[in-house]
């Protein structure tokens, strides 16, 4: 089959490959009053001739298995408005060469696809509607960064009140440079699923997401983050991350950030690198603190005051943050690991709780001595293993052991007082 394709408004199902493969065709047109309502798996599949507008009839309701894969070189993607359409199914449109695509006004729940839009080359704009309840793992992803379309949604984006969920890598790679969140239904934000992206600015996040995936904003130009509401129960492993201590984006997260006193668990390497000033934990729901989680966070400043909630810190989770002047550990803490305070040289005594029964194997306190002057205050019950490792690479800091917290009261020297946050 060759050239243009009319089809009759009486038509509801396209079936399975039905026109897949026909290299020749040019051009697609559905009848004004269409009442098409289920478009095939691989449908057109494969039609690398068919080039310009194309128009999806309000009445379809399905779009099935990569049913446009690999088909239109060019033109625009438009969902007429009322529409019935309820599901685009993984890979629908991927590889297309849509240059727009606007979702019209629907008037059902709609859910977009794993890898539905996925690299399609000349996408620069997106419009969605605000009946979109979620979008699927790489539903947008741009490839990946060593190998992406330059200019791949190089746009504005706003996701619309509806939506509850992003899946991971939906727009990985993709080259936006606004979000903007609505609304206040979304619960999941997926791991990767802003990965690399050039996101700049001010970003909001919705007080109804509860958990943000691993690597879901790493790598993007982010220069503050804001937390609304009280769902918030896990950030992933390196959500925020910044690149590595000897290659970053100097604006990334240069401000100031409050933490939701809902957050359970911040993950591994989550703001690693970031240009934090100031760090604030709020309430006591807080567990735990992962490996790296804000080491090299070089420009946070004053006092940092970890929940009394927190039982493990990991480790290097502060590591290089030289610009803390006091720092107040949890009162419940367990769990110290290896390297947790190394090279943080801005502050000058530390008091350890009695609860601390695991302590990392070397370097907690490393490169501290310079300007570490008082001292470190630790249980008696610790291990002959763990009082070695808080003593090592220390120098001249002075390690104070305790049996009680009366003991501890007494023992307490130049001027350093017991930490009005424990009990």
């Given at each position: 089959?060759?050239?243009?394709?009319?089809?009759?408004?009486s038509?509801k199902?396209i079936?399975?490959?039905?026109?897949?493969?026909?290299?020749?065709?040019?051009?697609?047109?559905?009848?004004?009053?269409?009442?098409?309502?289920?478009?095939?798996?691989?449908?057109?599949?494969?039609?690398?001739?068919?080039?310009g507008?194309l128009?999806?009839?309000?009445?379809?309701?399905?779009?099935?298995?990569?049913?446009?894969?690999?088909?239109?070189?060019?033109?625009?993607?438009?969902?007429?408005?009322?529409?019935?359409?309820?599901?685009?199914?993984?890979?629908?449109?991927?590889?297309?060469?849509?240059?727009?695509?606007?979702?019209g006004?629907?008037?059902?729940?709609?859910?977009?696809?794993?890898?539905?839009?996925?690299?399609?080359?000349?996408?620069?704009?997106?419009?969605?509607?605000?009946?979109?309840i979620?979008?699927?793992?790489?539903?947008?992803?741009?490839?990946?960064?060593?190998?992406?379309?330059?200019?791949?949604?190089?746009?504005?984006?706003?996701?619309?009140?509806s939506?509850?969920?992003?899946?991971?890598?939906?727009?990985?790679?993709?080259?936006?440079?606004?979000?903007t969140?609505?609304?206040?239904?979304?619960?999941?934000?997926?791991?990767?699923?802003?990965?690399?992206?050039?996101?700049?600015?001010?970003?909001?996040?919705?007080?109804?997401?509860?958990?943000?995936?691993?690597?879901?904003?790493?790598?993007?130009?982010?220069?503050?983050?804001?937390?609304?509401?009280?769902?918030?129960?896990?950030?992933?492993?390196?959500?925020?991350?910044?690149?590595?201590?000897?290659?970053?984006?100097?604006?990334?997260?240069?401000?100031?950030?409050?933490?939701?006193?809902?957050?359970?668990?911040?993950?591994?390497?989550?703001?690693?690198?970031?240009?934090?000033?100031?760090?604030?934990?709020?309430?006591?729901?807080?567990?735990?603190?992962?490996?790296?989680t804000?080491?090299?966070?070089?420009?946070?400043?004053?006092?940092?005051?970890?929940?009394?909630?927190?039982?493990?810190?990991?480790?290097?989770?502060?590591?290089?943050c030289?610009?803390?002047?006091?720092?107040?550990?949890?009162?419940?803490?367990?769990?110290?690991?290896?390297?947790?305070?190394?090279?943080?040289?801005?502050?000058?005594?530390?008091?350890?709780?009695?609860?601390?029964?695991?302590?990392?194997?070397?370097?907690?306190?490393?490169?501290?001595?310079?300007?570490?002057?008082?001292?470190?205050?630790?249980?008696?019950?610790?291990?002959?293993?763990?009082?070695?490792?808080?003593?090592?690479?220390?120098g001249?800091?002075?390690?104070?052991?305790?049996?009680?917290?009366?003991?501890?009261?007494?023992?307490?020297k130049?001027?350093?007082?017991?930490?009005?946050?424990?009990?």
């Amino acid at each position: 089959m060759s050239g243009e394709l009319k089809l009759p408004a009486s038509l509801k199902t396209i079936g399975e490959n039905a026109f897949n493969q026909c290299y020749s065709l040019t051009s697609l047109e559905f009848a004004p009053d269409s009442q098409l309502v289920t478009i095939g798996d691989s449908a057109f599949s494969n039609c690398t001739g068919l080039s310009g507008n194309l128009t999806i009839p309000k009445s379809v309701k399905t779009i099935n298995y990569g049913a446009f894969q690999s088909a239109y070189s060019t033109g625009t993607l438009k969902f007429e408005d009322s529409g019935a359409l309820t599901t685009i199914d993984n890979y629908a449109f991927a590889y297309c060469g849509f240059t727009a695509v606007d979702f019209g006004k629907g008037t059902q729940e709609l859910t977009i696809g794993e890898s539905a839009f996925r690299e399609c080359q000349n996408l620069k704009t997106l419009t969605l509607s605000d009946n979109i309840i979620s979008i699927g793992n790489d539903a947008f992803r741009n490839g990946d960064w060593e190998a992406k379309i330059s200019d791949f949604l190089s746009c504005e984006l706003n996701l619309p009140v509806s939506l509850q969920k992003i899946g991971n890598s939906a727009f990985r790679c993709a080259n936006i440079t606004k979000l903007t969140f609505n609304g206040n239904n979304l619960t999941e934000i997926g791991d990767f699923a802003f990965y690399k992206t050039n996101i700049q600015g001010n970003l909001a996040i919705p007080g109804s997401v509860k958990k943000i995936g691993n690597n879901a904003f790493e790598g993007t130009h982010i220069s503050a983050l804001t937390f609304s509401g009280e769902n918030l129960l896990e950030i992933g492993e390196s959500a925020f991350k910044n690149g590595d201590w000897s290659a970053s984006d100097p604006n990334f997260l240069s401000c100031e950030l409050n933490l939701p006193a809902s957050l359970q668990k911040i993950g591994k390497e989550a703001f690693r690198c970031a240009n934090i000033t100031k760090l604030t934990f709020n309430g006591d729901n807080l567990t735990e603190i992962g490996d790296n989680t804000f080491s090299y966070c070089k420009n946070l400043t004053g006092d940092l005051k970890i929940p009394n909630s927190v039982t493990t810190i990991g480790n290097n989770a502060f590591e290089g943050c030289s610009g803390i002047s006091n720092i107040v550990v949890s009162q419940n803490l367990t769990t110290l690991g290896a390297g947790v305070f190394k090279n943080c040289n801005g502050y000058t005594s530390i008091v350890l709780p009695e609860t601390l029964t695991t302590v990392g194997e070397a370097e907690i306190f490393y490169g501290c001595n310079e300007s570490l002057k008082g001292h470190i205050y630790a249980p008696n019950s610790l291990s002959e293993e763990g009082k070695n490792s808080l003593g090592y690479y220390v120098g001249t800091i002075s390690i104070v052991f305790y049996d009680s917290y009366d003991d501890l009261r007494i023992k307490l020297k130049d001027g350093d007082t017991f930490p009005e946050s424990w009990k």
